[in-house]
């Protein structure tokens, strides 16, 4: 028999400027070397900036917005996948005055390291 275990993600309209779940941690699932989360973005709205020492993937699967890291702006849309470089700031900005921005972003390692990455 195969025991597989569930859990429900963020994935509807938040009440305020956006909604996130985490993935782990999860008693009932392994202990992965990577963090996962999900995140909906209201209409309009962004999210505060972050920055870390953990590359982070963001898959984007519901809208459309613009992902400004380290300066630049780059505009995404449902279906895309963006890497950002760990220690680089950035935030996810919902430009569509009228749909959710949604994404699933994954980052390594789950937790993040004390010691900052030097340039080179």
């Known amino acids: 028999m195969v025991v597989i ?9 938040p009440n305020e400027r956006f ?15 990577f963090g996962a989360m999900t995140c909906c973005i209201s209409p309009g709205e962004k ?10 993937i963001a898959f984007i699967y519901r809208g ?13 849309r449902e279906g895309d996948a963006v890497f950002i470089p760990r220690n680089v700031e ?3 900005n919902n430009t569509d005055p009228e749909g959710d921005f949604a994404f ?4 390594w390692p789950s937790v ?3 010691d900052a990455v030097e340039e080179g």
């Open 104 to 107: 699933f972003s994954v980052w």
């Open 90 to 92: 950035h935030t996810f």
């Open 5 to 13: 275990a569930r859990k429900r993600l963020v994935n509807e309209s």
């Open 47 to 56: 999210c505060e900036p972050d920055q870390h020492n953990q590359d982070e």
């Open 19 to 33: 909604a996130e779940g985490y993935v782990f941690p999860w008693p009932e699932a392994a202990t992965p070397p």
């Open 64 to 76: 459309q917005g613009q992902i400004i890291a380290g300066g630049e702006v780059w505009q995404v």
């Open 112 to 114: 993040e390291p004390q």
